[in-house]
């Protein structure tokens, strides 16, 4: 089976830009749809952006529509996130997460089946 893992995170002023990336090790990434999810301190964890196997669909939440950008390479077997303007309120732990539903881009978390641990985005302002 995949197992994902995240890099990339850390801390930025408002209004930077940081690019996430996801990982695969163990099986290749290029055959599953993979999510990006992040959960700030106290809230629940929740959907952010999600991309086909062959990167012919994306979904976006509102949020982050116009700011943050989902890509893969699957020859690189690697997952981005990249992400502009940077707001506070994107603050949370940034999950990666892999579906066998491999043209799945929405956000229900049960469709998805191998999570990463997650790395930290701190957006000071």
């Known amino acids: 089976q995949v197992q994902p893992v995240e890099s990339g995170g850390g801390l930025v002023q408002a209004g930077g830009s940081l690019r996430l990336s996801c990982a695969a090790s163990?099986?290749?990434?290029?055959?599953?749809?993979v999510g990006w999810f992040r959960q700030a301190a106290g809230k629940e964890r929740e959907f952010v952006a999600g991309?086909?196997?062959?990167?012919?669909?994306?979904y976006y939440v509102d949020s982050v529509k116009g700011r943050f950008t989902i890509s893969r390479d699957n020859a690189k077997n690697t997952v981005y996130l990249q992400m502009n303007s940077l707001k506070p309120e994107d603050t949370a732990v940034y999950y990666c997460?892999?579906?066998?539903?491999?043209?799945?881009?929405?956000?229900?978390?049960?469709?998805?089946?191998?999570w990463g641990q997650g790395t930290q985005v701190t957006v000071s302002s």
């Open positions: 997460a892999a579906s066998d539903y491999s043209d799945y881009v929405g956000g229900k978390r049960t469709l998805y089946n191998y």
């Open positions: 991309i086909s196997w062959n990167s012919l669909n994306t």
């Open positions: 163990g099986r290749t990434f290029s055959t599953y749809a």
